[in-house]
């Protein structure tokens, strides 16, 4: 069974603070993913990486960065947290290469609190 | 114009109900099309999925795509309280770097 995990389920961070957010894969996946959920807005992309140490700009980057220096780990990092970051964190992998429909495989998600 | 248009719910129905989910899409290029169930307090997990036209079963799940209309749909046959949850339509083109989520649809199934 593939497992994504994240490193919390619930974090709660003060405006201005620097927020890491972790996830590890451990299916040897080469696709990894940072979304945000929203209540009417549905997931969208922040970032993802289709190998180590690359990474693309998803549709909300603005804010965010991103790290992956091992295959099984993608880090979400909020440089200097706002309010409006208040969301839920979703991680993803996907097995890459296959040129087809691609599974992605989610973790249970951070819920972010900036006050 | 968002790319897939979902409506968000809450949809409630009893146990042993048909239920109808749909998805509008705006891009032609989409060639996959999935269903991704979550429920509370978890990440989406893979339902099924289709490629291009066409209509594909699974025990008491149905996913329906028509292009031409660019309208896809999840039915659920005998609906069972373990069916409540969020659904989200999901598509994309090759190589899946960029899928694209409905909103979701929260579903109630009442016993």
């Known amino acids: 069974d593939v497992k994504v995990t994240q490193s919390s389920r619930y974090l709660v961070k003060r405006t201005g603070e620097k927020v890491f957010l972790e996830c590890v894969q451990d299916m040897d996946h080469e696709n990894m993913f940072w979304y945000r959920q929203d209540p009417g807005l549905g997931l969208r992309l922040i970032y993802f990486s289709y190998d180590v140490k690359m990474k693309e700009k998803g549709d909300i980057p603005e804010g965010y960065s991103v790290s992956r220096e091992k295959k099984e780990r993608f880090s979400l990092i909020l440089e200097s947290a706002s309010t409006n970051q208040t969301s839920m964190y979703l991680c993803?992998?996907?097995?890459?290469?296959?040129?087809?429909?691609?599974?992605?495989?989610f973790g249970p998600g951070t819920r972010l609190l900036v006050l | 114009q968002k790319e897939v248009e979902q409506d968000p719910g809450p949809l409630s129905v009893p146990e042993g109900a048909i239920v109808s989910l749909n998805c509008t899409y705006s891009n032609s290029a989409f060639q996959y099309f999935m269903w991704y169930r979550q429920y509370s307090r978890k990440g989406p997990e893979l339902l099924m999925y289709?490629?291009?036209?066409g209509n594909k079963e699974d025990g008491r799940f149905t996913a329906q795509v028509d292009k031409s209309s660019k309208y896809i749909s999840l039915f659920i046959r005998d609906s069972q309280p373990s069916d409540s949850a969020t659904y989200l339509c999901?598509?994309?083109?090759?190589?899946?770097?960029?899928?694209?989520f409905g909103a979701g649809t929260r579903l109630f199934v009442k016993a």
């Open positions: 993803a992998s996907s097995r890459g290469g296959t040129g087809g429909q691609e599974t992605q495989y």
């Open positions: 999901a598509m994309s083109n090759t190589g899946g770097f960029k899928t694209i």
């Open positions: 289709t490629y291009s036209s």
